[in-house]
């Protein structure tokens, strides 16, 4: 069986192939133990299994473990060894500023005291040669102060390391023989930059402890479940394999005993399951030019997709730069579990504290605090019915209470009165207002007309706010796609596996035919040991695709531009420079200034069907009506299951589409199509309203 499974802020999404079908399985989340529920969605779909023979499991995992990690700081002790007089870098950091204004910003802690961080007797200088020389009593005394620092996980991190790594494999391989996690830089992050390549180490060194023991458990769990359903069948074999791969921040897959190792890649690896499906699902359907859109419990991420994914070296989680490729995804705190409330001056506030899978939101019985989810429930667009096909119901009337009783909490202090929709649609109006600025930050403030795009909107709460997220922002469509509520892990169903190589080099570019030759050598190393590892991975031949890129700038800068290393790369650089900061220099001097190589192992595809589009009429999918408020005005609305639509029915707004994992809320004067990849493809106007039902 091939099972992806997504690890959510308030829901675990599950997509499993059984017997040639895609299956879907929602469950809540266990944020105490994330692990628990990844092991109680297997045992459901073993169940689900059960004629199957499934006697292997492929399972691939997206994970917030390490994002949660950084952001509660529940991480690892770790001990920082970095060259003798640099021990500083980790906590001096940049001199850059949060917030310019604020004389009372306060930076992070770093995540290895001054006590913790170790200077070693060694250095290499900036051309690579060693200046001073590790020796053996040296060697001997950082181990004798590792152990006194009672760390269960080393960074190691000295300067120049990426021009010759010498000094720190030898660190490396005395500490790992005495028994600790070792994270390296040259192995982690091998690119200039002290400050990005110490945290980025350290970040990883921090993670390691605490991501082994979650993905050791999962592989117990995956193993259980297999020699479970062996032993249940006759004719089947009483053990089988279990593989267990993570989805990294790159858009890419690797084995779990790797991502134990690198856990740093993963940082955002749910967010870019997300992305890497609404590119599939929109590609399937036509359209390459994509803004994906996925509102989850806790958080909404947004990413900004033209053909090929994007990447940055520049991500900053918690507050900690984290140097590794990731794709560029920007995230607010704005979820169907944000929290609204009133601040000391009246104005409302919506998120980025969020009410979580546990209490949740106070329509889920436990949670006493209004959240987006009470408010649309308030308006109609969700029902007492309520999620997971009736699975998790809605308190409606225990929701009218709580919001009531904060809306007498905050009357009395120089605030109108306001009835309980009111309230509820000033939460969603303030909500999609935080939406909509981050829709924003990736497109228009980066030289982008969200009016060239379609927006993909996904994740549980998705499909409740698009139309109106497309309206105020003029993009012309929304896709909404099948199982919308578990679209990432949908995107992890089909992923690659992907191993990404990148190496310091800083050379001028007189010329792209001489940069070319000068950059053959090192490319060809790094991917020599990108193929090694692959045939590892079982991956060899036509199997492996492979990317080349190069980070380029003009001389003096102190940023780069990421441009494909093929053809006329300068002028490609000059281009990109110019669409993203509104000009270029075209002679001005350029360098390279990392190389990049992407192997990618090629795995089995997996096909949506294609449908005949049929009939526009859908009546006999509508299973209610009932009162819902569209911006202030209750309408009578039908409410269609979206297990009912074919291809080709034709939706004319008001209208609400429900389904498993999902809501789709259909405005007035929205209309909504079922394309032949049962996609829904909504847009506005008067435009083809002939032949839809309401």
């Given at each position: 069986?091939?099972?992806?499974?997504?690890?959510?802020?308030?829901?675990?999404?599950?997509l499993f192939?059984?017997?040639?079908?895609?299956?879907?399985?929602?469950?809540?989340?266990?944020?105490?133990?994330?692990?628990?529920?990844?092991?109680d969605?297997?045992?459901?779909?073993?169940?689900?299994?059960?004629?199957?023979?499934?006697?292997?499991?492929?399972?691939?995992?997206?994970?917030t473990?390490?994002?949660?990690?950084?952001?509660?700081?529940?991480g690892?002790?770790?001990?920082?060894?970095?060259?003798?007089?640099?021990?500083?870098?980790l906590?001096?950091g940049?001199?850059?500023?949060?917030?310019?204004?604020?004389?009372?910003?306060?930076?992070?802690?770093?995540?290895v005291?001054?006590?913790?961080r170790?200077?070693?007797?060694?250095r290499?200088g900036?051309?690579?040669?060693?200046?001073?020389?590790l020796?053996?009593?040296?060697?001997?005394r950082?181990?004798?102060?590792?152990?006194?620092?009672?760390a269960?996980?080393?960074?190691?991190?000295?300067?120049?390391?990426?021009l010759?790594?010498e000094?720190?494999?030898?660190?490396?391989?005395?500490?790992?023989?005495?028994?600790?996690?070792?994270?390296?830089s040259?192995?982690?992050?091998p690119?200039?930059?002290?400050?990005?390549?110490?945290?980025?180490?350290?970040?990883?060194?921090?993670?390691?402890?605490?991501?082994?023991?979650?993905?050791?458990?999962?592989?117990?769990?995956?193993?259980?479940?297999?020699?479970?359903?062996g032993?249940?069948?006759?004719?089947?074999?009483?053990?089988?394999?279990?593989?267990?791969?993570?989805?990294?921040?790159?858009g890419?897959?690797?084995?779990?005993?790797?991502?134990?190792?690198?856990p740093?890649?993963?940082?955002?690896?749910?967010?870019?399951?997300?992305?890497?499906?609404?590119?599939?699902?929109?590609?399937?359907?036509?359209?390459e030019?994509?803004?994906?859109?996925?509102?989850?419990?806790?958080?909404?991420?947004?990413?900004?997709?033209?053909?090929?994914?994007?990447?940055?070296?520049?991500?900053?989680?918690?507050?900690?730069?984290?140097?590794v490729?990731v794709?560029?995804?920007?995230?607010?705190?704005?979820?169907?579990?944000?929290?609204?409330?009133?601040?000391?001056?009246?104005?409302?506030?919506?998120?980025?504290?969020?009410?979580?899978a546990?209490?949740?939101?106070?329509?889920?019985?436990?949670?006493?605090?209004?959240?987006?989810?009470?408010?649309?429930?308030?308006?109609?667009?969700l029902?007492?019915?309520?999620?997971?096909?009736?699975?998790?119901?809605?308190?409606?009337?225990?929701?009218?209470?709580?919001?009531?009783?904060?809306?007498?909490?905050?009357?009395?202090?120089?605030?109108?009165?306001?009835?309980?929709e009111?309230f509820?649609?000033?939460?969603?109006?303030?909500?999609?207002?935080?939406?909509?600025?981050?829709?924003?930050?990736?497109?228009?403030?980066?030289?982008?007309?969200?009016?060239?795009?379609?927006?993909?909107?996904?994740?549980?709460?998705?499909?409740?706010?698009?139309?109106?997220?497309?309206?105020?922002?003029?993009?012309?469509?929304?896709?909404?796609?099948?199982?919308?509520?578990?679209?990432?892990?949908?995107?992890?169903?089909?992923?690659?596996?992907?191993?990404?190589?990148?190496?310091?080099?800083?050379?001028?570019?007189?010329?792209?035919?001489?940069?070319?030759?000068?950059?053959?050598?090192?490319?060809?190393?790094?991917e020599?040991?990108?193929?090694?590892?692959?045939?590892?991975?079982?991956?060899?031949?036509?199997?492996?695709?492979?990317?080349?890129?190069?980070?380029?700038?003009?001389?003096?800068?102190?940023?780069?531009?990421?441009?494909?290393?093929?053809?006329?790369?300068?002028?490609?650089?000059?281009?990109?420079?110019?669409?993203?900061?509104?000009?270029?220099?075209?002679?001005?001097?350029?360098?390279?200034?990392?190389?990049?190589?992407?192997?990618?192992?090629?795995?089995?595809?997996?096909?949506?069907?294609?449908?005949?589009?049929?009939?526009?009429?859908?009546?006999?999918?509508?299973?209610?009506?009932?009162?819902?408020?569209?911006?202030?005005?209750?309408?009578?609305?039908?409410?269609?299951?979206?297990?009912?639509?074919?291809?080709?029915?034709?939706?004319?707004?008001p209208?609400?589409?429900?389904?498993?994992?999902?809501?789709?809320?259909?405005?007035?004067?929205?209309?909504?199509l079922?394309?032949?990849?049962?996609?829904?493809?909504?847009?506005?106007?008067?435009v083809?309203?002939?032949?839809?039902?309401?």
């Open positions: 069986m091939r099972v992806a499974i997504d690890t959510g802020g308030t829901f675990t999404d599950c192939i059984l017997d040639g079908r895609l299956e879907i399985l929602k469950i809540p989340s266990t944020p105490g133990n994330p692990a628990q529920a990844i092991s969605a297997l045992d459901k779909i073993l169940l689900r299994a059960s004629r199957a023979d499934a006697a292997s499991l492929d399972l691939l995992c997206g994970t473990v390490g994002t949660n990690a950084l952001l509660e700081r529940r690892g002790r770790v001990a920082l060894v970095t060259t003798a007089g640099f021990e500083d870098v906590e001096i940049r001199q850059a500023r949060p917030r310019l204004y604020d004389f009372f910003v306060e930076r992070p802690e770093p995540l005291p001054r006590e913790r170790l200077g070693a007797h060694e290499v900036a051309d690579g040669k060693i200046v001073v020389r020796s053996p009593t040296e060697l001997g950082i181990a004798s102060r590792v152990r006194a620092s009672r269960e996980s080393v960074a190691v991190c000295l300067l120049f390391s990426f010759r790594p000094h720190e494999r030898t660190i490396a391989r005395r500490l790992r023989a005495k028994g600790y996690a070792v994270s390296v040259h192995e982690i992050l690119e200039f930059r002290e400050f990005e390549r110490t945290s980025t180490t350290v970040v990883n060194a921090y993670l390691a402890p605490m991501m082994s023991r979650y993905l050791e458990e999962i592989e117990r769990n995956a193993q259980r479940v297999i020699g479970a359903g032993n249940a069948r006759k004719n089947s074999r009483a053990t089988g394999a279990a593989r267990v791969r993570v989805m990294q921040s790159n890419g897959i690797l084995p779990a005993r790797v991502a134990a190792r690198e740093v890649r993963t940082v955002l690896s749910g967010p870019a399951g997300g992305v890497l499906g609404a590119r599939r699902v929109a590609a399937d359907a036509g359209y030019r994509v803004i994906s859109f996925d509102m989850g419990g806790t958080s909404t991420d947004v990413s900004l997709i033209e053909g090929g994914l994007r990447t940055t070296n520049e991500s900053v989680i918690a507050g900690m730069p984290v140097a490729p794709l560029e995804i920007h995230t607010v705190g704005a979820g169907g579990g944000s929290i609204a409330r009133f601040d000391r001056a009246g104005a409302l506030r919506v998120g980025p504290e969020s009410a979580g546990d209490p949740g939101p106070i329509c889920y019985g436990r949670g006493e605090l209004p959240t987006v989810t009470d408010a649309h429930l308030i308006l109609g667009r029902g007492s019915e309520g999620l997971l096909g009736g699975d998790f119901r809605l308190d409606v009337q225990r929701t009218r209470e709580h919001m009531q009783r904060a809306i007498r909490g905050a009357s009395g202090v120089g605030r109108v009165v306001i009835s309980i009111q509820a649609q000033g939460i969603l109006d303030v909500v999609e207002a935080t939406m909509e600025k981050a829709i924003r930050v990736i497109s228009i403030e980066r030289g982008r007309d969200p009016r060239d795009y379609t927006l993909v909107a996904f994740g549980g709460a998705g499909g409740l706010h698009a139309c109106s997220l497309a309206a105020s922002l003029s993009i012309p469509r929304v896709l909404v796609p099948k199982f919308p509520g578990a679209l990432s892990a949908l995107g992890i169903l089909r992923a690659d596996v992907v191993k990404e190589l990148s190496q310091t080099v800083l050379v001028r570019v007189e010329s792209a035919q001489a940069a070319s030759r000068a950059l053959r050598g090192t490319f060809a190393r790094i020599r040991e990108g193929v090694r590892e692959m045939r590892g991975e079982g991956f060899a031949g036509r199997q492996v695709r492979v990317q080349r890129f190069l980070d380029m700038r003009y001389v003096g800068q102190a940023y780069e531009l990421r441009v494909p290393a093929g053809g006329d790369f300068a002028r490609a650089f000059h281009r990109e420079h110019e669409q993203r900061y509104g000009y270029a220099d075209q002679g001005r001097a350029v360098e390279v200034v990392n190389v990049r190589a992407r192997l990618i192992g090629v795995t089995a595809r997996i096909d949506w069907p294609k449908q005949r589009l049929g009939k526009p009429d859908c009546q006999g999918a509508i299973v209610t009506r009932r009162r819902i408020y569209f911006a202030s005005n209750a309408h009578v609305t039908p409410i269609y299951a979206r297990e009912k639509l074919r291809a080709g029915n034709r939706i004319a707004g209208a609400i589409i429900s389904e498993y994992s999902a809501t789709t809320v259909v405005p007035v004067r929205w209309r909504a079922v394309d032949e990849f049962e996609n829904l493809i909504l847009s506005c106007g008067a083809g309203m002939a032949g839809m039902t309401r």
